[in-house]
């Protein structure tokens, strides 16, 4: 069990060092800022961690496939590159609810003048 846990965290931690992965940390943690100005409720911040957790996810298996199908450089098969195309539509996809789950949670209260309320 141990040493599964240290295969995780060992994977998290090439994860974090990715330059595609990172940027979506960025952008994750002024979502989190972004939320506790907001004075979010439980129910908005159970769907901004599952929106931030699905974008991370499917950017890391993005990364993972990417770096798997890219062991035998300059091959150029059509079944690397629709790999890589799905992979990356996954994420596309990911990012695309989160940014919906964004709008529902954030509209609202930024579009009637209260979320300039809870701020103050």
């Known amino acids: 069990m141990w040493s599964r846990l240290r295969y995780a965290l060992r994977g998290l931690n090439g994860a974090f060092r990715s330059p595609e992965i990172a940027r979506h940390v960025v952008v994750a943690l002024f979502v989190v800022v972004i939320s506790v100005l907001a004075c979010l409720e439980s129910t908005q911040w159970a769907l901004i961690l599952f929106a931030i957790g699905f974008v991370l996810v ?23 590159r629709r790999a890589k195309d799905l992979a990356a539509a996954a994420v596309l996809l990911a990012a695309l609810t ?19 309320h809870c701020l103050s």
Do not use: C, M, Q, R
């Open 58 to 80: 499917s950017e890391t298996f993005n990364t993972a496939i990417e770096e798997v199908l890219n062991v035998a450089p300059g091959v150029h098969h059509p079944i690397v």
């Open 98 to 116: 989160a940014a919906g789950i964004g709008i529902l949670v954030f509209g609202p209260p930024f579009f009637s003048g209260t979320l300039a």
